[in-house]
């Protein structure tokens, strides 16, 4: 189906292509077996290129240093100018490309399949055909419970041939147009990503300064923390919490889960069901408001407040507030998961490198907090969520630009390689 609202014209007569997926073709176009197009290229090993791989369609350049001799000894030439096929474990990824025009020279894993013409054509309108083919037909074949395929599997696929000079102009075509579009879409990711920032810098102003630009400020006499409003407080964590270290009889308990991304969260919301144990009994168990650590990864601030009851790993931190409702869990959580705190946990973690790092108990306790009364932390929080809602309006706008455009692009060129348009 042609892209809708264009001024894209059609060919006069149409034919039937005897292939459900490309439809009609132009009456003047040929359909041709992909075995009578491409032939597959003899592995041949080259240990003096580089490593590559095929990614989301593009032929890429791998680090050498993270690939083993005796695996790059194992390894197939690609050649600028081939095509190559990922043919591997095709029911574990349908959303990646699988078929590219490498553009470099590199050797690639032997499961590869690496295709050379044997016709004269224009290898860019073939690359966007092959992309489409690519997704809407080539991840339907193969079997085993891998599903992997072969040459032979595809050999028989049939493709859509137009004249030479035609094929060119779809080549340069889509060049053009695909490259405006990606263009459209990577500004519109960049907007995103600032503001992200934007919503990052608000909060982090918000549960550090407060929302008056003009209060008196005071030296909290911590210098990592540095000034903060003359009202506020600041205290060890050891004032403010205990550690808690309750446990779960049976395993009943709604069993949580908590990440750098979403903090605290009920591991049934996730829908993940792997490595998940057979009885829970003897995990820890938390409250609403209880302040919960992975030890393990407190470097990368996963941490959050609980919002319900429930259990956690057995090797996790759990620390309650003294006195209730002295803080906001909201204001509490981001709070601990600023840059600030973010950083702090990295310097005082224990560990021989980064993945190994631990925050305990102690390095919790003695961890000074600065914070105003529970009134201004609701008060900022109503700020917070009224802010946060606005950007996260603007990046949901944008996000959704963002898939029409991808869809635009998709239809754009199924159209062109199809011949549903006209290209002069």
Not at 69 to 89: D, I, M, R
Not at 244 to 256: K, N, P, T
Not at 276 to 294: F, H, Q, R, T
Request: glycine share 6%; proline share 3%.
């Amino acid at each position: 189906m042609a892209p809708s609202n264009t001024k894209y014209s059609r060919y006069p007569v149409y034919k039937e292509s005897g292939e459900y997926w490309i439809g009609q073709i132009p009456d003047h176009w040929e359909i041709e077996k992909l075995k009578y197009i491409f032939q597959e290229k003899k592995k041949k090993s080259n240990p003096t290129l580089s490593s590559g791989s095929i990614s989301f369609g593009k032929v890429v350049y791998k680090d050498d240093d993270k690939v083993p001799k005796s695996t790059k000894a194992s390894y197939q030439e690609v050649l600028a100018g081939e095509f190559l096929v990922n043919p591997l474990n095709l029911n574990y990824d349908l959303v990646s490309l699988r078929i590219g025009l490498s553009t470099i020279d590199v050797v690639v894993s032997s499961g590869y399949l690496v295709l050379t013409n044997l016709m004269n054509i224009e290898k860019g309108y073939f690359k966007y055909l092959l992309h489409r083919y690519d997704v809407a037909y080539m991840k339907l074949l193969g079997s085993g419970v891998r599903q992997t395929i072969s040459f032979t599997h595809i050999a028989n696929s049939l493709l859509a041939i137009p004249p030479l000079t035609e094929q060119t102009a779809i080549a340069n075509f889509l060049d053009e147009k695909t490259s405006k579009i990606d263009q459209a879409i990577a500004q519109k990711e960049k907007m995103i990503t600032l503001l992200k920032e934007r919503k990052q810098i608000i909060i982090q102003n918000a549960v550090t300064k407060g929302l008056d630009p003009d209060v008196k400020m005071k030296d909290s006499g911590v210098e990592r923390i540095g000034e903060i409003p003359e009202h506020w407080e600041t205290k060890r964590c050891k004032y403010l919490f205990f550690e808690v270290d309750d446990r779960s009889e049976d395993g009943s308990e709604e069993l949580l889960s908590v990440s750098h991304i979403t903090g605290v969260t009920a591991r049934s919301e996730k829908e993940v069901s792997m490595f998940l144990a057979e009885d829970y009994s003897g995990s820890k168990l938390c409250k609403k408001g209880d302040v919960v650590y992975n030890i393990m990864w407190a470097w990368m601030g996963a941490l959050g407040v609980s919002r319900q009851t429930g259990i956690v790993s057995p090797s996790y931190g759990i620390y309650r507030q003294n006195s209730v409702n002295a803080f906001n869990g909201e204001f509490l959580e981001y709070k601990l998961k600023s840059s600030e705190y973010i950083q702090h946990y990295n310097k005082v973690s224990t560990g021989l490198h980064t993945s190994r790092l631990r925050f305990y108990s102690h390095m919790f306790m003695n961890m000074e907090i600065s914070y105003p009364n529970r009134a201004e932390q609701d008060e900022i929080m109503l700020f917070v969520e009224g802010q946060s809602k606005k950007v996260d309006k603007a990046m949901t706008l944008l996000t959704l630009q963002i898939e029409k455009l991808k869809e635009y692009k998709a239809t754009l060129i199924d159209s062109a390689v199809t011949g549903k348009i006209k290209v002069s």
